[in-house]
């Protein structure tokens, strides 16, 4: 079974703080992805990475940057953490470009910014 | 301007009657729907998908429907058991979008009573 793994289930950070989530898939997947999800707003993409080292923004970018170093690990920064960040982040992969594959999600981070 | 919407933010369903989750897109270049449900506090899982080549597919309890003309889609749960009880995400990916990206619906609240 394909298992992304995010590293934190909760977490607390204060405004202005520098927030890094980390997530990890094991399945050798090309497309990383980085999800918020609001209530009513569903998933809103971030950004995605289809290769190491490549990414692309998503829909909304503003506050965040990415890093793909490893095939397997794509992270999400918070440069300066504001209370408007205060969602849930969700990890997915999916496997390659171009084909109908669905993407896999990991648990989500319950991010709090006070 | 959302791409894919759900109407519905919540459904109430009596325990093994019909559940039928409504979906609707409006760019013509989506060519894979999906369907994911979720928990709260645990990350979406895939639940069913379909091709813009066939108007229907089904697997078990769970039929995905695809009108392309209206540019609707639905899912029906038959019989609908409490455990459905979750939310569901509509998503649409398509070719021009790197990476299989995936544009999500703002859920719909399905809540099956014993």
């Known amino acids: 079974d394909v298992k992304v793994t995010q590293s934190s289930r909760y977490l607390v950070k204060r405004t202005g703080e520098k927030v890094f989530l980390e997530c990890v898939q094991d399945m050798d997947h090309e497309n990383m992805f980085w999800y918020r999800q609001d209530p009513g707003l569903g998933l809103r993409l971030i950004y995605f990475?289809?290769?190491?080292?490549?990414?692309e923004k998503g829909d909304i970018p503003e506050g965040y940057s990415v890093s793909r170093e490893k095939k397997e690990r794509f992270s999400l920064i918070l440069e300066s953490a504001s209370t408007n960040q205060t969602s849930m982040y969700l990890c997915?992969?999916?496997?390659?470009?171009?084909?109908?594959?669905?993407?896999?999600f990991g648990q989500g981070t319950r991010l709090t910014v006070v | 301007d959302q791409q894919v919407k759900q109407n519905s933010p919540s459904l109430s369903v009596q325990e093994g009657r019909i559940s039928i989750l409504n979906c609707d897109y409006t760019?013509?270049?989506?060519?894979?729907f999906l369907w994911y449900k979720k928990y709260p506090a645990e990350g979406p899982t895939f639940l069913i998908s379909?091709?813009?080549?066939?108007d229907k597919n089904e697997d078990g309890r769970f039929t995905v429907f695809l009108n392309k003309s209206a540019k609707h889609l639905s899912l029906h749960i038959v019989p609908s058991q409490p455990g459905d009880s979750a939310v569901y995400f509509c998503a649409a990916s398509g070719w021009g979008r790197a990476g299989n990206m995936l544009t999500f619906g703002g859920g719909t609240r399905l809540m099956v009573k014993p």
């Open positions: 997915a992969s999916s496997a390659q470009q171009g084909a109908n594959t669905e993407a896999f």
């Open positions: 990475s289809y290769d190491v080292k490549m990414k």
């Open positions: 760019n013509s270049m989506f060519d894979y």
């Open positions: 379909i091709s813009s080549i066939k």
